[in-house]
């Protein structure tokens, strides 16, 4: 392994060959994708280079990008996918959308036409350049194979720094072709891990924080992804402690502590929250976000907090910040190196006395009586054998069986803000992933075989509606030639649920082409010889769940579930 700033010789004869050793330096050893005409050169130098990169063919873009998201999720890696010109340049777009949205560092490479073909009307042209420039961080297209390493290294850098985010290069097909020169071929290695070169806030903003923490009432935590990707879970829990603040999350927070925790009071918001979470918020005089936006869905369209509330707002984005509530103190830098300062600052002036270790202080009796209420509910309607099955009876069962260090990963639709409100993780760290940027059907299932490639130890689980299976029913065939021991929960209900419940909700039950025909997706499973089995019954979950867990190799659980817009979800805008 390079250490950083350390730079390796390099034999490469031509752009395809140049572009795997810029991937081989920055030690990648995943990329998933799809071929075409274009992409022959690079594919030609994959298969005679020696270079260790496995690649993962996936059955569509789209899913080789979201395998790319959950791996740079899971491994603290890059993420790298690539597909071919035209229609795959697409195709590809909506995943580095996602991941760049999502602040998670994807490389996506697509290849294209000759440069000296351009303008003359070749099949699959395309301006990807144009195309991709307003949904990544960085966008670059080759013009000579020269540009191959400065290219490159221009996108690891933007990925990895200041805020994570997702980069495309084009790469022309005669570009692939042409000599280069490898002396220009070496990586600043650290940029394939992420977050890289790290900075701190101003430190007298740090004091001033300080001060208003020390001097709040009630101070409650809303944290964002950025807290597990920085890694400030630690430095998160014991200020929390010194502070008794209650420490709630977003939907893609989630995991920046485990639910156990004693001031874990859980996701907050229009997904995934509950009643008694937005009563939690509105007893805060001082909230402080930490890596997160604080957008329409953490906030229920900026209702709680409401405006007034006292905000110290921690990101490594100065734009996140003030965006939408007036900040009392801005803290700009990564969240793992702010809350450590801010701890050191803290724990001084409380080493006699922690409240959050007291039962009977404040914001432990606040999360107590939060989890209470939203357990409650959820408990009682989680034994029920009522048919078809309720969500809240699939939730409880995964829980009950899933190995401690099982990554869930969760589409859109039921399936989010089921496992968000009430799969508990027993452990900080990424073990709940879902694509809550731009909400796209489909990712689930990708995104679990991109996850067990990060973490081929643990058991990765996809859950997702029988509208996401129809998205990606040909990636089972992926995750069965990988061999991959993926266990996927499809919850059936045949509507897309998400638009049948609001429409109940907010549109008289005017329910208009939101229905297809109810499928046997074990029988498709079967099909691609899968291991599957279909429930209705909810006494025969578990022993099903159980035998799925058991099984050796990818398994499919195909449950009739209740309609989501006869179901209890916690969402907002359907609970008033």
């Given at each position: 392994m390079t250490k950083p700033g350390e730079t390796q010789a390099m034999d490469a004869a031509n752009g395809a060959e140049a572009l795997i050793r810029m991937l081989q330096a920055y030690e990648v050893s995943h990329v998933f994708g799809v071929c075409g005409d274009t992409s022959l050169p690079y594919y030609d130098a994959l298969y005679k280079l020696d270079h260790g990169i496995r690649h993962v063919l996936a059955r569509d873009e789209r899913s080789a990008a979201y395998m790319a998201d959950a791996y740079a999720r899971v491994s603290g890696k890059v993420g790298v996918c690539e597909g071919p010109s035209g229609g795959g340049a697409t195709y590809l777009l909506p995943g580095l959308v996602e991941a760049n949205e999502s602040s998670v560092p994807v490389f996506g490479f697509t290849s294209d036409v000759p440069v000296t073909s351009r303008g003359r009307y070749p099949l699959t042209e395309l301006d990807q350049q144009a195309m991709y420039k307003p949904l990544t961080k960085w966008n670059g297209t080759l013009n000579t194979a020269s540009q191959v390493g400065d290219s490159v290294r221009a996108a690891f850098r933007a990925m990895t720094t200041g805020r994570p985010g997702a980069a495309h290069l084009?790469?022309?097909?005669?570009?692939?072709?042409?000599?280069?020169?490898?002396?220009?071929?070496?990586?600043?290695?650290?940029?394939?891990?992420?977050?890289?070169?790290?900075?701190?806030?101003?430190?007298?903003?740090?004091?001033?924080?300080?001060?208003?923490?020390?001097?709040?009432r009630q101070v409650v935590f809303v944290c964002g992804g950025g807290v597990v990707s920085s890694g400030a879970s630690q430095s998160l829990a014991r200020l929390a402690l010194l502070l008794d603040a209650p420490v709630c999350t977003t939907v893609s927070g989630k995991g920046a502590v485990a639910d156990s925790f004693e001031l874990a009071a859980g996701v907050v918001g229009s997904n995934g929250g509950v009643l008694a979470t937005r009563e939690l918020i509105a007893a805060a005089d001082l909230v402080v976000f930490v890596a997160c936006r604080a957008g329409s869905t953490s906030t229920e369209h900026w209702r709680f907090p409401k405006i007034g509330t006292s905000i110290v707002h921690i990101d490594v984005d100065p734009f996140a910040i003030s965006t939408s509530y007036p900040t009392d103190v801005a803290l700009v830098g990564d969240a793992a190196l702010a809350l450590a300062e801010l701890l050191a600052m803290i724990e001084p002036e409380r080493r006699n006395s922690v409240p959050g270790s007291d039962p009977g202080s404040p914001g432990r009796r606040l999360v107590a009586a939060t989890r209470k209420e939203k357990y409650d509910a959820f408990n009682a309607l989680a034994s029920s054998d009522e048919r078809p099955i309720r969500p809240e009876r699939i939730v409880a069962a995964l829980r009950r069986n899933l190995p401690a260090d099982s990554i869930v990963c969760a589409d859109p639709g039921t399936p989010c803000p089921y496992f968000s409100a009430y799969f508990d993780l027993p452990s900080a760290g990424r073990g709940f992933i879902t694509n809550r940027a731009h909400g796209a059907l489909g990712f689930s299932m990708p995104a679990a075989l991109g996850a067990w490639f990060a973490s081929p130890s643990s058991r990765c689980v996809a859950v997702m509606g029988d509208g996401s299976f129809g998205f990606v029913a040909g990636e089972m065939e992926s995750i069965l030639r990988h061999g991959a021991p993926v266990l996927m929960v499809v919850i059936?209900?045949?509507?897309?649920?998400?638009?049948?419940?609001?429409?109940?909700?907010?549109?008289?039950?005017?329910?208009?082409?939101?229905?297809?025909?109810?499928?046997?997706?074990?029988a498709i499973a079967k099909a691609y010889g899968i291991a599957s089995w279909r429930v209705e019954d909810p006494r025969e979950l578990d022993s099903v769940l159980q035998q799925a867990l058991r099984h050796e190799g990818p398994a499919l659980v195909d449950i009739v579930a209740q309609p989501l817009e006869l179901a209890a979800a916690p969402v907002s805008q359907w609970m008033g």
């Open positions: 084009c790469v022309p097909y005669d570009v692939q072709k042409q000599a280069v020169d490898a002396s220009q071929l070496w990586a600043q290695v650290e940029h394939g891990r992420w977050p890289n070169w790290r900075s701190a806030p101003d430190a007298t903003e740090l004091e001033r924080a300080a001060r208003l923490l020390l001097g709040a059936s209900n045949a509507s897309y649920g998400w638009i049948k419940a609001s429409q109940r909700a907010s549109y008289g039950q005017r329910y208009f082409s939101v229905d297809f025909t109810p499928t046997d997706h074990a």
